[in-house]
């Protein structure tokens, strides 16, 4: 376990953009059979802000437990 909670939140933040693009790829490729396109705003924002509140509540928030 990363002690370090932001470096835990980063790793976090870009592994989820790699997996949402990476399942984007697959959906654009053998689904629906088009071409992959990269797009800045749907391809990187839209992850980072869901990682990022994702993320926010798994590894940032302090725990009132």
């Given at each position: 376990m990363i002690?370090?909670?932001y470096a835990a939140f980063t790793i976090y933040m870009i592994v989820a953009l790699a997996v949402w693009n990476l399942l984007d790829?697959?959906?654009s490729t053998f689904?629906?059979?088009s071409g992959y396109r990269f797009g800045a705003g749907?391809?990187?924002g839209l992850p980072v802000v869901v990682g990022g509140?994702?993320?926010y509540f798994l590894f940032l928030r302090?725990?009132?437990d």
């Amino acid at each position: 376990m990363i002690k370090n909670k932001y470096a835990a939140f980063t790793i976090y933040m870009i592994v989820a953009l790699a997996v949402w693009n990476l399942l984007d790829y697959l959906y654009s490729t053998f689904i629906t059979h088009s071409g992959y396109r990269f797009g800045a705003g749907i391809d990187l924002g839209l992850p980072v802000v869901v990682g990022g509140v994702v993320g926010y509540f798994l590894f940032l928030r302090k725990n009132d437990d």
